[in-house]
């Protein structure tokens, strides 16, 4: 899995070890975000626990980094760096999408999103040049519609360019992360609210002057 820097989210301590020693980094990745991309398998308190890449095997430890670290040979602190940058594999890759919260948004609203990012999973060869490069999922390129910046080596944070609305305001952040050569994740956190020339008593009666909603994406590549 690639690397995260820190911030307010959750982090998990990632172990990579071979022969005398580990190297560490920290994941930027929730509980639920571990049980979308990883199955039901996943401990209840692995944001807590060290996932472990170690002969060919990943799994999570109840060991401390640096306990990790020593087990395998290593001595001291398992320094937290930067896991080297990973290449995705060119080939056929699919996308998935799940609702992971709403709130504040009309009931209308509520029963709607789901069902219709439920369909924004897609499949599609992709040749990445030896990048990744997240607007690549995008079927169009998504360079006039969502900014990318790369934060970390396979790690993005994206913009929507949305034109403004005197009625309401608009924003969403994404985040795009490559896991593994053959595997990506992405995020969406939506809001709508009121916008300056909006009344917003009027929309906070109709249910809509704080809306939010938050998707996860998560993306495999299928084959060649």
Request: hydrophobic share 40%; proline share 5%; net charge neutral.
């Amino acid at each position: 899995m690639a690397c995260a820097q820190q911030n307010s989210g959750e982090e998990l301590m990632a172990a990579r070890c071979g022969q005398g020693g580990c190297t560490c980094a920290l994941l930027d990745v929730s509980q639920e975000d571990l049980e979308f991309l990883l199955g039901p398998e996943v401990p209840a308190n692995a944001t807590r626990m060290t996932l472990v890449s170690m002969g060919g095997k990943t799994y999570f430890s109840p060991r401390t980094a640096d306990e990790v670290h020593r087990a395998a040979g290593g001595t001291g602190r398992c320094e937290v760096t930067l896991f080297a940058p990973m290449v995705p594999r060119d080939g056929l890759w699919q996308g998935s999408v799940r609702v992971r919260s709403m709130t504040g948004c009309l009931p209308q609203v509520a029963q709607m999103v789901p069902p219709v990012v439920d369909e924004m999973g897609s499949t599609m060869p992709i040749t990445w040049n030896g990048r990744f490069d997240p607007a690549k999922f995008d079927g169009s390129g998504g360079a006039e519609v969502i900014q990318w910046t790369e934060t970390a080596p396979g790690r993005f944070k994206g913009r929507l360019n949305i034109p403004s609305n005197a009625m309401l305001d608009v924003s969403m952040e994404l985040t795009s992360t490559l896991l593994n050569s053959d595997r990506a994740t992405a995020s969406m956190q939506l809001r709508i609210r009121a916008g300056k020339g909006a009344n917003a008593a009027v929309l906070a009666a109709a249910g809509m002057a704080n809306c939010r909603a938050s998707v996860l994406y998560d993306f495999r590549r299928l084959g060649d």
